[in-house]
């Protein structure tokens, strides 16, 4: 676990996407895709009708349409957000819950601490299995570390069971079952947990739900602000880095098996279309085209590469920018977005940001940005 040092808040947020687009373009030449399934854009209209008339208290539908068009959202300054000695600080609060015995902060501890000598993070997060069953969080964080590992004793069938049955409507932590059967190229293990996943009623990487327990972890720590500590949060995700090298492999290896090939290709689509986070659908996109490239249907191949043209637009437009700045100046703005992020979605949570900081710029002014 590492703390990151941006002098700029926006810069910190762009430049982790960045880092993400530019490491798995290099790795993988992944494409980029945002495609949002029907049933999806309905929850999300009805979302943001709900938000934009609550929260925002413009009664008047037609003002409401005209701070939109003019799309102006106040650009606040950005600021050094943490120095070296709050670090260690930081640092030191999280050491100071090894002992605990509150389910929570343990949590807090087992999945942020800087880690004693002679253990490991999934040593600490078994143990914490042992003590507090069923953790769907921590068993999901376990089988995530195990997804790029085929040689550690804890990593067993038995604990992909446990966290599959701890959370068995979430599709993506059948995803990260997918991975680890994949690495071990156990072919009825992979089949089985992408049946599983395909079966799954939700699909929730929980990302905000992370930065959200690192940032309350940070409470009662020296650093006082929510926002420097969702920026911390977003740091630490940053560092995350899925092993998906095994499920290319597999598929690759399958081309000519049609059971494999037909299951890589439902894989794809419902990561495409159900994953919340960009990096889920851009894996998605590449296992599609990995199929129809083998089967030389370029009608395809030409329909996903136009579906990528736009993908990712929203998170580096200039718009998103702003509103990034402006959310960090607004726990209001950055409650929502993390909310978002898990409920609709890495994209659209962009775009809301985008309409609710609009509004809250034509409401507040710049009197919104902190001194």
């Known amino acids: 676990m590492e703390l990151y040092f941006f002098k700029h808040k926006t810069h910190l947020l762009i430049l982790t996407l960045i880092i993400v687009a530019i490491v798995f373009f290099q ?63 930081v640092q030191q ?16 501890y087992v999945m942020y601490a800087k880690l004693p ?16 069953p069923n953790t769907s969080l921590a068993l999901m964080e376990a089988l995530y570390i195990c997804t790029g590992s085929n040689d550690n ?60 327990l690192y940032a309350n972890a940070l409470k009662g720590s020296e650093v006082n602000d929510f926002s420097v500590r969702v920026i911390s949060g977003i740091g630490v995700e940053a560092a995350r880095s899925l092993n998906i090298s095994s499920i290319i492999r597999w598929c690759k290896n399958g081309l000519n098996e049609t059971v494999k090939s037909n299951s890589c290709l439902l894989l794809g689509n ?22 129809y490239k083998s089967e030389n249907n370029t009608k395809r191949l030409e329909e996903l590469e136009r579906e990528t043209e736009q993908s990712g637009a929203i998170i580096m437009s200039n718009d998103f920018q702003k509103a990034s700045s402006l959310m960090f100046h607004d ?18 949570s962009a775009n809301l ?16 940005c902190k001194a």
Request: charged share 30%; with cysteine; hydrophobic share 40%.
């Open 27 to 89: 790795n993988i030449n992944l494409p980029i895709s945002d495609p949002i399934i029907d049933t999806d854009k309905e929850s999300v209209a009805i979302l943001r009708d709900n938000i934009l008339i609550s929260e925002s208290k413009l009664s008047a539908q037609p003002l409401l349409n005209d701070v939109m068009a003019k799309g102006v959202i106040i650009d606040c300054d950005s600021e050094y957000i943490i120095d070296e000695k709050r670090y260690f600080e």
């Open 117 to 132: 000598p002679d253990k490991t993070r999934l040593d600490l997060l078994i143990e914490y299995d042992r003590d507090y």
């Open 270 to 291: 419902d990561l495409q279309n159900r994953g919340k986070e960009l990096i889920s659908q851009w894996i998605g996109i590449a296992l599609q085209k990995l199929i």
């Open 353 to 368: 940001l985008i309409e609710e900081a609009t509004i809250l710029s034509h409401e507040k002014g710049p009197n919104i």
């Open 93 to 108: 609060h999280f050491a100071s819950l090894a002992n605990t015995n509150l389910k929570d902060k343990k949590l807090e």
């Open 153 to 212: 004793e804890n990593c067993t069938k038995q604990l992909v069971e446990s966290a599959t049955a701890s959370d068995k409507e979430n599709a993506a932590t059948w995803f990260n079952a997918v991975l680890f059967h994949a690495e071990r190229n156990n072919d009825s293990d992979v089949l089985n947990a992408i049946d599983g996943m395909l079966k799954a009623s939700i699909f929730n990487e929980k990302r905000g739900e992370r930065i959200k």
């Open 331 to 348: 726990e209001g703005l950055l409650f929502h977005w993390l909310d978002n992020l898990d409920l609709i979605g890495e994209v659209e």
